[in-house]
């Protein structure tokens, strides 16, 4: 099920989809492994499809909590454009997996790879649920996430990158969710991909409920040994939309991502690792490297700076129903050790919030 499907009010106008995917153009895929130790995988965000990889968007990043991974960071900051998929995986499977995204487009554009490569590559930690210093993912699951990669309706949960994740002491993992923007005379869609790996457990609010502190009984992560302190993990969140923006408006997305998670409960923990991205996949054409083309100039169109209230407003919705579709979209899962961590419990939820 997802959030919309709890006794809730939520803010805002989803799109279709609700999902990420809802923007134009935009695709997730994903890999998901879970046979033996593994309970981990790869998630694979494509802003422009497969064919528009090397078409740059504006793009912007922040963080919250530096306890994490996101590569090509720098790049971004230096030109204010993302060209390549952006993927996410596990703590240490970082470099497995940019090592695929540069197989990937070296197969796939090879004209785009006889230049350098950054991929972004994001991760949380799987340590709880997967044997995460093994192998389990190797470079070509990068590239089987970027050819799976979809419009759509997507999956939520227990898949991708957010296999083994956990959220709140309960399983978490993927998750997403859109709000439709009117500006003008125009409607623009802002989505929102989480991998959602953090929180303790009384901190667990819904919709303005909070009901950790009232489901504090089965807590395997709280109670178990483990070496990890409560609330550790990490969140990841990709925000994409097609309306025209500068890269510094990208980074004032970006910014208003904790609004969205602090709905959720969260007071942002030194062992969570929370690191945001977003893109704008209008200006196709623009914030091109000068030698790759002929003209002097390029321009771009945006929203004026005093109008973009309420795309911060969509990103703070979209951000907090992403979670809690994270959550409600995971299953108990059991994994290195016995280690489990239980699904949240939809049914005494529900009597909790209409109690």
């Known amino acids: 099920m997802r959030a919309r499907d709890l006794p809730i009010t939520l803010d805002g106008r989803p799109g279709r989809w609700n999902a990420i995917t809802d923007v134009p153009g935009v695709e997730v895929g994903y890999v998901t492994l879970t046979e033996g130790g593994a ?37 971004i900051e230096e030109i204010g454009a993302l060209t390549l998929p952006v993927t996410i995986t596990n703590t240490h499977a970082v470099g497995t997996v940019h090592r695929g995204v540069i197989d990937w487009v070296a197969g796939a554009h090879p004209r785009l790879a006889a230049e350098w490569l950054l991929p972004v590559v994001t991760e949380t930690w799987d340590g709880y649920l997967n044997e995460i210093n093994a192998p389990h993912v190797r470079p070509e699951h990068a590239a089987q996430a970027i050819e799976a990669a979809a419009s759509g309706p997507a999956a939520e949960g227990n898949v991708g990158g957010g296999t083994g994740m956990n959220c709140y002491s309960f399983k978490g993992g993927s998750g997403t969710a859109s709000r439709l923007v009117e500006h003008g005379s125009d409607t623009y869609t802002v989505g929102v991909f989480v991998q959602a790996n953090f929180g303790s457990r009384h901190e667990l609010t819904i919709a303005g409920h909070r009901v950790g502190p009232l489901l504090l009984d089965d807590d395997p992560m709280g109670t178990t040994n483990w070496y990890a302190p409560s609330g550790a993990g990490s969140v990841i969140a990709v925000i994409a939309t097609d309306a025209p923006l500068l890269p510094g408006q990208c980074k004032a997305l970006a910014r208003r991502v904790p609004l969205g998670l602090a709905r959720t409960g969260t007071t942002g923990s ?31 169109r945006f929203v004026p700076w005093g109008r973009l209230d309420p795309f911060f407003a969509a990103v703070v919705e979209a951000v907090e129903e992403s979670v809690l579709n994270a959550l409600t979209g995971a299953e108990e899962m059991t994994g290195r050790n016995g280690h489990r961590s239980p699904a949240l419990p939809i049914a005494r939820t529900i009597d909790l919030i209409t109690s």
Do not use: K
């Open 39 to 75: 309970r981990t995988g790869v998630t694979a965000i494509l802003p422009r499809g497969r064919d528009g990889v090397g078409v740059p968007c504006a793009a912007a990043t922040h963080s919250l909590n530096g306890n994490g991974e996101m590569t090509g960071t720098a790049w």
């Open 270 to 300: 030194h062992f969570s690792g929370d690191i945001f991205l977003a893109l704008s996949t209008a200006n196709a054409g623009a914030l091109t490297s000068g030698f790759v083309t002929e003209e002097d100039y390029q321009s771009l």
